[in-house]
T-cell receptor, first 114, second 115 residues
Framework: AQKVTQAQTEISVVEKEDVTLDCVYE???????LFWYKQPPSGELVFLIR??????QNEISGRYSWNFQKSTSSFNFTITASQVVDSAVYFC???????????FGTGTRLLVSP | DSGVTQTPKHLITATGQRVTLRCSPR?????VYWYQQSLDQGLQFLIH???????AKGNILERFSAQQFPDLHSELNLSSLELGDSALYFC??????????????FGPGTRLTVL
């Protein structure tokens, strides 16, 4: 099966804590991409990052970083020094059939309290 | 703002009714995708159109249909509505069809409530 598993349903942290959101994927493809999206309380889905299977280097964007490890089929997302505005549901997604569809994980709800 | 627009933002209707959700893709994007987000099913792919042609179908009920028009906007038609159809419906767009490594950009969604 081709699927994405986000085992953490909900994580609560206090502002300025670092937090890591886990994503484990299964795919038959030898070349593939993975995505992270953010869904804030307002409801829209916001694209965060796209990575391909050729590149396992960590990606850093401000307080966000992503760790892609093919050996463990994981694509984890770390927020450093979390802020209240980071409170949202975060989804990991795997495109299938040549990008015809995205298969989403069940999401991780992150609550950052002041 | 992703550049994808969806109307209406909210829709409340009764069981048995029919509704139409509308989506305008980002400027230049040829592909439109529809997804349904419900509490029990999560985010599920419904259907994909590329430049007016249906390219892929997911878990879309027979009561649901979609089309993409020559100006590239898309409509999702939901008929004989049931309580279980209450959900957030997202439209997404990307530049091209299969083979490309395109990112799907999502609209703000239409929240459908069936009473």
């Amino acid at each position: 099966a081709q699927k994405v598993t986000q085992a953490q349903t909900e994580i609560s942290v206090v502002e300025k804590e670092d937090v890591t959101l886990d994503c484990v994927y299964e795919t038959r493809d030898t070349t593939y991409y993975l995505f992270w999206y953010k869904q804030p309380p307002s409801g829209e889905l916001v694209f965060l990052i796209r990575r391909n299977s050729f590149d396992e280097q960590n990606e850093i964007s401000g307080r966000y970083s992503w760790n892609f490890q093919k050996s463990t089929s994981s694509f984890n997302f770390t927020i450093t020094a979390s802020q209240v505005v980071d409170s949202a549901v975060y989804f990991c997604a795997l495109p299938l059939y040549g990008f015809q569809k995205l298969v989403f994980g069940t999401g991780t709800r992150l609550l950052v309290s002041p | 703002d992703s550049g994808v627009t969806q109307t209406p933002k909210h829709l409340i209707t009764a069981t048995g009714q029919r509704v139409t959700l509308r989506c305008s893709p980002r400027s230049g994007d040829l592909s439109v995708y529809w997804y349904q987000q419900s509490l029990d099913q999560g985010l599920q792919f419904l259907i994909h159109y590329y430049n007016g042609e249906e390219r892929a179908k997911g878990n879309i009920l027979e009561r649901f249909s979609a089309q993409q028009f020559p100006d590239l906007h898309s409509e999702l038609n939901l008929s004989s509505l049931e309580l279980g159809d209450s959900a957030l419906y997202f439209c997404a767009s990307s530049l091209q069809t299969s083979g490309g490594a395109d990112t799907q950009y999502f609209g703000p969604g239409t929240r459908l409530t069936v009473l």
